[in-house]
């Protein structure tokens, strides 16, 4: 663990459960923010289990590409019916824990292979994070009513995928998939929010990290 001005900050997942494991296990009131279910694999450990979920108040906040994992929508749907709430948003989030409003934890970038996380416990520093996650949880859709809206792009992915390695024009990748050249470039659009990309290779390299081609 290092000290960066006054916040801790620890590396990788194993010295972030050494250090926070006992926060988690007493939270009575978890909020999560996070692009997968990969970032935060350590928390899974304290809210997965029925009794845990019932007599918590978790609210869990994902982009969409948590959605063209069909095991992690398995797990998103096993949490909603033990009493989770879950909301999707297509805009670019914080990834950040935050627990019973007096500790918040903050993801940080990769690196060598670790990521690092901020573990804040200065109380105007997590109200600050608590507000914008709040904000973020009411512009957000509810997990089942953002799944019904995008099934189409879900059931598409693969070709689109497909389409877009073979490099050929959008005029003829539209009329492979049947779809008027709009609703593909909307698609591809949606497919590229999803996997949290900026360009068709990036969506392509997301792709493949994720095992969808």
């Given at each position: 663990?290092?000290?960066?001005?006054?916040?801790?900050?620890?590396?990788?997942?194993?010295?972030?459960f050494?250090r926070?494991?006992?926060?988690?296990?007493?939270?009575?009131?978890v909020?999560?923010?996070a692009?997968?279910?990969?970032?935060?694999?350590?928390?899974?450990?304290?809210?997965?289990?029925?009794?845990?979920?019932?007599?918590?108040?978790?609210?869990?906040?994902?982009?969409?590409?948590?959605l063209?994992?069909a095991?992690?929508?398995?797990?998103?749907?096993?949490?909603?019916?033990?009493?989770?709430?879950i909301?999707?948003t297509?805009e670019?989030?914080?990834?950040?824990?935050?627990?019973?409003?007096?500790?918040?934890?903050?993801?940080?970038?990769?690196s060598?292979?670790?990521?690092?996380?901020?573990v804040?416990?200065?109380?105007?520093?997590?109200?600050?994070?608590?507000?914008?996650?709040?904000?973020?949880?009411?512009?957000?859709?509810?997990?089942?009513v953002f799944?019904?809206?995008?099934?189409?792009?879900?059931?598409?992915?693969?070709?689109?995928l497909d389409?877009?390695?073979?490099g050929?024009?959008?005029e003829?990748?539209?009329r492979?998939?049947?779809?008027?050249?709009?609703?593909?470039?909307?698609?591809?659009?949606e497919?590229?929010?999803?996997?949290?990309?900026?360009?068709r290779?990036q969506?392509?390299?997301?792709?493949r990290e994720?095992?969808?081609?």
């Open positions: 663990m290092e000290i960066v001005g006054d916040v801790p900050v620890v590396r990788g997942e194993a010295e972030l050494a926070t494991g006992h926060l988690f296990a007493q939270a009575t009131s909020a999560c923010a692009h997968d279910m990969h970032t935060w694999a350590v928390s899974q450990q304290h809210v997965v289990h029925p009794q845990d979920v019932r007599e918590r108040h978790v609210r869990k906040l994902y982009r969409p590409g948590v063209l994992d095991p992690q929508v398995g797990h998103l749907h096993e949490l909603k019916r033990l009493g989770a709430k909301r999707i297509p670019e989030i914080n990834e950040t824990i935050i627990l019973d409003h007096r500790v918040a934890i903050l993801a940080g970038d990769l060598q292979g670790e990521r690092s996380y901020s804040i416990t200065r109380p105007e520093v997590v109200q600050s994070v608590t507000s914008l996650f709040n904000v973020a949880w009411r512009a957000a859709t509810d997990v089942e799944e019904m809206r995008f099934a189409e792009v879900r059931a598409l992915a693969p070709q689109i389409v877009l390695a073979s050929c024009k959008d003829t990748a539209a492979t998939l049947g779809l008027g050249l709009r609703t593909y470039r909307r698609r591809v659009a497919l590229m929010s999803a996997l949290g990309a900026t360009s290779f969506a392509g390299a997301r792709a994720l095992g969808l081609v």
